[in-house]
Structure formats: structure tokens, C-alpha cells
């Protein structure tokens, strides 16, 4: 049978989603857990990889196993042999035909940013940080120019895998509560870092430091140079994908509402 799960994690401690030889990686912790309660190996494919120090609210994953559990069983089997920092909170059984990655219509991340003079403390690590005054209103000029289908090239990460630099931007969304920024993504597919890039021009911009038009012409030269910066993975976080509602995959977590 196929099971599909959410999981949620913090990625501080972790070397990224993606197993690496260290076993210091999300899928590593997911997949040792899952094989101790199963009693069997088993391997995991992920909706969306995510870097080190970026944290998964609903992270979907699917495998195939012979053990006959309930999904409530398979949610709190693992739990229990998972660390703190990494939960599933939820479990469906799907069909063969269910991919977690080539069924998505999108995927949407959130970055979280600390607009403030001082630096964060206990936030540290889940929220990236501006000392200065951001202008809200042109931050959102800039992003407006990213809407659509593009080349994206100048927010592409250089070991970046994928085979075409043009995606489509559904939305790219503000809300700010008190000194916190929460800006969100929504894509069909998106670049390595591409998401850290275009937060690193949005924040030039937001400081003054560029004009809003700057993001087209950065855009349009397809070429990484052009860019800022790639900013801090801290505030950066994999929300999830979509799917069409006749999977049955839950939308969100509980965590997507409690996220700053």
C-alpha cells in the first residue's frame, strides 16, 4: 500500500531534507523512524526538498510498505521514535497512481522576517532580520513584477537541478503584525534558492536601497550576478503543496495558521 504523510519540522539542526551520509538531515530522522516502527527499510520521496535551516509546516511525503497499520497508528508510531523538532501530523492511505511530487499544482512557502533595529533572541533561527525600516508598499510594487510565467534565472542557485528556469508565480502576498513580515509564495514549481534571492532584492528594495523597477531589470538579465544576495534560510518556510481535492491530501497543518 501507499501511505502519504504531513511532516512538520524545525530546521535548525538539520542539514537540509535530502539524506546525506551524516544521517543529519530531515529525511534521515523520517526514514530511521519509520523503519523502527515498521520493522522493515523504508524510503521516502518528498513534494518539495528544502535546505539547511529551512523548516517544513507541511512537508508531504509518500512510500510503499507491506505492513498493515492504521493511519492514526503510523501517525504516532513514528512520532514516537522521531526528535522533538520533527512531527507527522497527519497519514492517508492514496492509490499507486499518487505522487507527492509530480501530482502538486503548486507549492507555497512563507518567509518570516524581524523588521527591527535589534537583533532576534528567541525567535533566533526562525526568523530572518533587517535592521532597517522596510517600505512595505514598495516591496510590493517590486514583487507585483515577478507575477506570472518567467525565466528566473537570476534567482537560480548555481547547483540548482532543474531542467527549465521558467516557472509561473501564482501569488506573492504581505501581512506584517506589529515587527514581523510575513511574505508568502505561491508557484507551480520554484529554484533552488530562488525564494532567498528574490527576499534578498525584496529587502534592498524595502530598505531603499534599489527603485522597485530594479526587480525588472534584474529579471530580465537572467543572470544570477544581477541579483542581491542570497538572504538567510532562518525565516524561510516549505508551507506545501497542492493537490486536486480527489486525492484526499489535507491542505495545511495546524502550524500553518500559528506561523507568525
Not at 551524516?22 to 524510503?43: C, I, P, Y
Not at 526587480?215 to 486536486?244: K, N
Request: glycine share 8%; net charge neutral.
Amino acid at each position: 500500500m501507499r501511505v502519504a504523510m504531513g511532516v512538520t519540522y524545525n530546521g535548525q539542526n538539520y542539514q537540509g531534507w535530502q539524506s546525506q551520509s551524516s544521517g543529519l538531515t530531515v529525511q534521515d530522522k523520517l526514514e530511521a523512524a519509520l523503519g523502527k516502527f515498521s520493522a522493515q527499510r523504508v524510503s521516502t520521496i518528498c513534494a518539495g526538498r528544502t535546505d539547511a535551516g529551512v523548516h517544513g509546516i507541511m512537508q508531504v511525503v509518500h512510500f510503499d510498505t507491506d505492513r498493515e497499520r492504521n493511519t492514526n497508528s503510523w501517525t504516532r508510531g513514528t512520532n514516537a521514535n522521531l526528535p522533538r523538532d520533527i512531527a507527522v501530523q497527519w497519514s492517508v492511505f492514496t492509490t499507486e497512481e499518487f505522487h507527492c511530487r509530480a501530482c502538486a499544482t503548486s507549492r507555497r512557502y512563507a518567509y518570516v522576517l524581524l523588521d527591527s533595529p535589534i537583533r532576534p533572541s528567541i525567535e533566533s533561527g526562525r526568523v530572518g532580520w533587517t535592521f532597517r525600516a522596510l517600505d512595505g508598499d514598495a516591496m510590493q510594487s517590486a514583487a507585483a513584477i515577478l507575477l506570472g510565467e518567467h525565466d528566473f534565472t537570476s534567482f537560480r542557485a548555481s547547483q540548482c537541478q532543474a531542467l527549465s528556469p521558467i516557472k509561473n508565480m501564482l501569488e506573492i502576498s504581505f501581512n506584517k503584525r506589529g515587527a514581523y513580515w510575513r511574505i508568502e509564495f505561491e508557484a507551480n514549481a520554484f529554484l533552488h534558492h530562488m525564494i532567498r534571492n528574490i527576499m534578498g532584492c525584496l529587502v534592498q528594495i524595502g530598505q531603499g536601497t534599489k527603485p522597485p523597477l530594479w526587480m525588472a531589470e534584474v529579471l530580465a538579465a537572467r543572470d544570477r550576478r544581477a541579483a542581491a544576495p542570497t538572504f538567510s534560510p532562518d525565516g524561510l518556510y516549505f508551507l506545501g503543496p497542492r493537490y486536486d481535492a480527489n486525492w484526499g491530501i489535507p491542505e495545511c497543518t495546524p502550524a500553518y495558521d500559528g506561523l507568525l
